[in-house]
Antibody, heavy 121, light 112 residues
Framework: EVQLVESGGGLVQTGRSLRLSCAASEFSFNDYAMHWVRQAPGKGLEWVSGITWNSGTIGYADSVKGRFTISRDNAKNSLFMQMNSLRAEDSALYYCARGFCGSMSCSLDYWGQGTLVTVSS | QSALTQPASVSGSPGQSITISCTGT?????????VSWYQQHPGKAPTLIIY???SRPSGVSNRFSGSKSGNTASLTLSGLQAEDEADYYC????????????FGGGTKLTVL
């Protein structure tokens, strides 16, 4: 069974930085794109960022562009999100999700349990 | 990026059927057949129940079905059961962002 385990969340002051990690197992990590999706408390889901299998293509939501940096280490089956200049509105549960895109199919098929980021002044 | 539009809530009695709509634009639902639906129970991570508009992952009940017409996708759940009470989210791949997905605001399903 595919496993995605996020870590690195916590309480941080406005303007500071945080680095999230996602450890993947039970699938061939370097064959898949990976994404971060967040959910503010009591709110809906918001796509944050995605990265292709070889880091050749990277995308960000406008809300985090220029502040967040996604990366991956295929040798360590790990996905990362460096979050700088954090704002109160970045407070959310951050999910790591596997992106499957084939010739005629595309979805975020497996998700981790999330890591909570709280940004406070 | 604008979110997809879903009703905030729907309800139905056990055994009945309900449909949740998800309206987007020509940049997302109208452009791609990459519409997915997720079920989320309180305190849990979302789980995929429909992908590519109408396909079901292995293990997902055939009571769930999906469709699309133009810029609007729909999720139908037949034979409602108490355990179906949850939040449901639609999402679509979008041209508005590299590798980007846009989500609906979510629909709370109440089984009466």
């Amino acid at each position: 069974e595919v496993q995605l385990v996020e870590s690195g969340g916590g309480l941080v002051q406005t303007g500071r930085s945080l680095r999230l990690s996602c450890a993947a197992s039970e699938f061939s990590f370097n064959d898949y794109a990976m994404h971060w999706v967040r959910q503010a408390p009591g709110k809906g889901l918001e796509w944050v960022s995605g990265i292709t299998w070889n880091s050749g293509t990277i995308g960000y939501a406008d809300s985090v562009k220029g502040r967040f940096t996604i990366s991956r280490d295929n040798a360590k089956n790990s996905l990362f999100m460096q979050m700088n200049s954090l704002r109160a509105e970045d407070s959310a549960l951050y999910y790591c999700a596997r992106g499957f895109c084939g010739s005629m199919s595309c979805s975020l098929d497996y998700w981790g349990q999330g890591t909570l980021v709280t940004v406070s002044s | 990026q604008s979110a997809l539009t879903q009703p905030a809530s729907v309800s139905g009695s056990p055994g009945q059927s309900i449909t949740i709509s998800c309206t987007g634009t020509s940049s997302d639902i109208g452009h791609y057949n990459y519409v997915s639906w997720y079920q989320q129970h309180p305190g849990k991570a979302p789980t995929l129940i429909i992908y590519d508009v109408s396909s079901r992952p292995s293990g997902v009940s055939n009571r769930f079905s999906g469709s699309k017409s133009g810029n609007t996708a729909s999720l139908t759940l037949s034979g409602l059961q108490a355990e179906d009470e949850a939040d449901y989210y639609c999402t679509s791949y979008t041209t508005s962002n590299t590798l980007g997905w846009v989500f609906g605001g979510g629909t709370k399903l109440t089984v009466l």
